[in-house]
Antibody, heavy 117, light 107 residues
Framework: QLQLQESGPRLVKPSETLSLTCTVSGGSIRSNDHYWGWIRQPPGKGLEWIGTIYYSGSTYYTYYNPSLKGRVTISVDTSKNQFSLKLNSVTAADTALYYC??????WGQGTLVTVSS | DIQMTQFSSTLSASLGDRVTITCRASQSISGWLAWYQQRPGKVPKLLIYKASSLDSGVPSRFSGSGSGTEFTLTISSLQPDDFATYYCQQYDAFPWTFGQGTKVEIK
């Protein structure tokens, strides 16, 4: 059974970089035709798609939400069966519950990241 | 970007009611639409994909319909576990976008 688990610092200072890792178990991140990505949810608010990585024909393709103004990078470490999120120049507005997912049906439990000094 | 609009932010209903939640896309998304249920404090759960396909293990009282720009999620007979917030999401084009959510509450 496929499972995803987020990990990373829960507290990030303003202007610094938020870094999270999603560890995939029960399946391979190199499986073709699956989309892997990140979604976030500010406290008490709705869902926002952050970005997605897609593996096909030995190439990874990445797609990001333009509302994040180029601050996002998603990468893959196939040796560890993980994918990662980096969001730089964070502000309080980036405080949220961050989920990793294999779109659309398998989600991690989510990790709350707070941006505060 | 494709905007997804859920016209009702809150919907009050009673146990056993038939409930319909509507989602409209700002342009045609064919059938590339998903519906999620999120109970308080829980992870969003996929209910419907490709507008009308029920995800594995989802009760048959849930159904989805629509194409183009208008989509609906129907709960045929509301059960206690169904009081939650429901989100639509289009995945026809990047950036993928969610509706703002519809909270189904007890009347």
């Amino acid at each position: 059974q496929l499972q995803l688990q987020e990990s990373g610092p829960r507290l990030v200072k303003p202007s610094e970089t938020l870094s999270l890792t999603c560890t995939v178990s029960g399946g391979s991140i190199r499986s073709n035709d699956h989309y892997w990505g990140w979604i976030r949810q500010p406290p008490g608010k709705g869902l926002e798609w952050i970005g997605t990585i897609y593996y096909s024909g030995s190439t990874y393709y990445t797609y990001y939400n333009p509302s994040l103004k180029g601050r996002v990078t998603i990468s893959v470490d196939t040796s560890k069966n993980q994918f990662s999120l980096k969001l730089n120049s964070v502000t309080a507005a980036d405080t949220a519950l961050y989920y990793c997912a294999r779109h659309h049906e398998v989600w991690g439990q989510g990790t709350l990241v707070t941006v505060s000094s | 970007d494709i905007q997804m609009t859920q016209f009702s932010s809150t919907l009050s209903a009673s146990l056993g009611d038939r409930v319909t939640i509507t989602c409209r896309a700002s342009q045609s998304i064919s059938g590339w639409l998903a519906w999620y249920q999120q109970r308080p404090g829980k992870v969003p759960k996929l209910l419907i994909y490709k507008a009308s396909s029920l995800d594995s293990g989802v009760p048959s009282r849930f159904s989805g319909s629509g194409s183009g720009t208008e989509f609906t999620l129907t709960i045929s007979s509301l059960q206690p576990d169904d009081f939650a917030t429901y989100y639509c999401q289009q995945y026809d084009a990047f950036p993928w976008t969610f509706g703002q959510g519809t909270k189904v509450e007890i009347k």
